[in-house]
């Protein structure tokens, strides 16, 4: 158990449809990293947040948005949801505490699978 | 160019042997780090060894070692006394340091992953 939570295991929806992934991380991390996985382009980042601020932005459709609360748990929102969008999402923590050593390392939680039908 | 070079999509291993997964990455940056995930069947993704840019040891982790070659841009990940549970998906990654002091984004890039399958 990596001690980052998510919810909903499983998510099945249907295309235009806008749904919210959850994600509590590890106690005391400061970061969380949300991935994609799909079988056509991998396991690709989507977006950081540090802090309650966003800090990084990667292969992130418009469609989709995120936010950290102060709490630290954090939400990653998917609307007008597309065929396309089927894939396992991951939420992942780490301290990032300025180390750049093995502290920085990222914990993964066990991913919600997102079915658009 | 890819960042992440996993080149063996399948690799087999008899129970008890050791298994060499290779990694190679590329990488201007002189701070990094190189991780070794372990995906099963089930999904989750399971963190299993770190080695950092400066690191002058090799790491090991249990049965996980990871030959790191600088100078030719490799992590491979080597398994020992293989077990019917390593059969998984295992994935590459590095992360680079594009900021200091808790400032920066340490986010992950991925290689597409070597299958391993462990045949008793």
């Known amino acids: 158990d990596s001690g980052v939570t998510q919810t909903p295991k499983h998510l099945i929806t249907a295309t235009g449809q806008r749904v919210t992934l959850r994600c509590s991380p590890r106690?005391?991390?400061?970061?969380v990293y949300w991935y994609q996985q799909s079988l056509d382009q991998g396991l690709q980042f989507l977006i950081q947040?540090?802090?309650?601020?966003?800090?990084a932005k990667g292969n992130i459709l418009e469609r989709f948005s995120a936010q950290q609360f102060p709490d630290l748990h954090s939400e990653l929102n998917l609307s007008s949801l597309e065929l396309g969008d089927s894939a396992l999402y991951f939420c992942a923590s780490s301290a990032d505490a300025g180390t750049s050593g093995r502290t920085d390392t990222q914990y993964f939680g066990p991913g919600t699978r997102l079915t658009v039908l | 160019a890819q960042k992440i070079t996993q080149t063996q999509p399948g690799m087999f291993v008899q129970e008890k042997e050791a298994v060499t997964l290779d990694c190679t990455y590329d990488t201007s940056d002189p701070s990094y780090g190189l991780f070794w995930y372990k995906q099963p069947s089930s999904g989750e993704m399971i963190f299993l060894i770190y080695?950092?840019?400066?690191?002058?040891q090799n790491a090991t982790e249990g049965r996980y070692s990871l030959n790191f070659q600088k100078a030719r841009k490799s992590a491979n990940l080597v398994i020992s006394a293989s077990q019917l549970g390593d059969s998984a998906m295992y994935f590459c990654?590095?992360?680079?340091?594009?900021?200091?002091?808790?400032?920066?984004?340490?986010?992950?890039?991925f290689g597409k992953g070597t299958k391993l399958s462990v045949i008793p």
């Open positions: 106690s005391g991390d400061l970061s």
């Open positions: 990654a590095m992360r680079e340091d594009t900021g200091g002091s808790g400032a920066g984004s340490y986010q992950l890039t």
């Open positions: 947040y540090y802090n309650g601020e966003e800090r």
């Open positions: 080695q950092g840019s400066y690191d002058q």
